[in-house]
């Protein structure tokens, strides 16, 4: 299940660069939350303690959930549904991620952990989504687009988290949780600000303001 959950991340993960709609992204996003979630507990089945359901459950709620809804309500606010006319185009895009993908797998079985992995896939799949979310950032021009690339990198991060949890300290596991959610809910209040102000939630064209 393990190996499932991994290789289901990396497939959202290449969705998400291919896909142009909005909406359909934050529930992609919300599915690799939830999935997300659950590997704590699966990847230590062996020893599955109260930090780890915590740390599950509180996953689940802010990634498949809360951030969801955060996102969905910014979408409605702004009015679109879709991008259009990004910096890289789709095709492109994915063709890129199939190469990050590798350089993923390339670097992660190379790449020295302190600690044993529940599964080989968990490194490459980790930095695949941290790479992923980076070029969603850079190379979107909607702001919605900027917020879902910050959580796909998290979400990397987490990942990686995931395989050294039985020796993280819990209180920075969640104080990872509530990082998310401050920037998360930061950025939905700035897309809505973007979006009054310029009426659009592109960001090409912020380099126009003037302080």
């Not at 190996?3 to 290449?14: G, P, S």
């Not at 490459?124 to 919605?144: D, E, M, N, Q, T």
């Amino acid at each position: 299940m393990t190996d499932l959950i991994l290789v289901l991340v990396m497939l959202t993960n290449l969705k998400l660069l291919g896909s142009r709609r909005l909406g359909a992204k934050i529930r992609v996003v919300a599915a690799q939350g939830v999935m997300l979630g659950l590997l704590p507990v699966l990847a230590h089945t062996h020893d599955v303690s109260l930090q780890l359901s915590v740390l599950a459950a509180g996953t689940v709620a802010l990634k498949g959930v809360v951030f969801p809804w955060l996102l969905f309500r910014a979408l409605r606010e702004a009015e679109v549904t879709r991008e259009v006319e990004p910096y890289v185009g789709y095709i492109t895009s994915v063709l890129i991620g199939m190469i990050a993908l590798a350089a993923a797998f390339w670097l992660g079985w190379r790449l020295p952990v302190p600690t044993v992995e529940p599964t080989s896939l968990l490194v490459p799949s980790s930095l695949f989504s941290i790479l992923a979310g980076l070029f969603l950032i850079v190379a979107r021009k909607r702001a919605i687009n900027q917020v879902l690339g910050f959580i796909v990198l998290e979400n990397g991060i987490y990942t990686f988290g995931v395989g050294i949890v039985a020796v993280t300290p819990f209180l920075v596991e969640l104080g990872v949780l509530l990082d998310a959610f401050v920037a998360v809910f930061v950025m939905g209040i700035a897309v809505y600000h973007i979006n009054r102000e310029f009426d659009h939630i592109e960001v090409d064209q912020l380099d126009r303001l003037k302080g």
